[in-house]
């Protein structure tokens, strides 16, 4: 089964790319390549479940099962040590990347309280990451359930060559940026 989105970018947002930027060869056409969830853990070194409860979340909210994110190094100030349980992630590909993107884009960003658009500086290199503030944002999670209130980044890996056309295919994909202001 194709997800809405999918469709709308092989019925629309190819053909505006290959006209926008004069794409001949269809391989070369910017798309999504996956989509990195990622949940750090705040207070994970003094109460471990807070690991274990962003992963639960996590894999309701992605429908994928969540990888354990161990520190890399220790930091004595923060009473870290190698090794420890900092963070889950997951990576989402095909058809769940295109799923998770539509719910997404279609039904989260819009139920964000005083919602304007997110930002619109990508990182340089054709990337987008997002930051939510709280996981309840996602229809998914129940509020009676939630033990601890957790943020999380969402990074948009796509195959383009530069910041503007990934803005564009997101732009394309629906993406609410906000409006840049004219000078």
Known sequence: MIARLQEKYKDTVIG?????????????VPTLQKIVVNMGCKGAVENKNRVDAAARDLAII???KPTVRLARKSISGFKLREGMPIGVAVTLRNERMWSFADRLISIVLPRIRDFGGVKTKLDGTGNYTLGLADQLVFPEIEFDRIEFSQGMDITFVTSADSDEEAYALL???GMPFKEKKKS
């Open 171 to 173: 732009k394309g994909l």
């Open 16 to 28: 505006e790319l290959k006209e926008r930027f004069s794409i001949e060869n269809p391989m070369r």
């Open 62 to 64: 992605t429908a994928q």
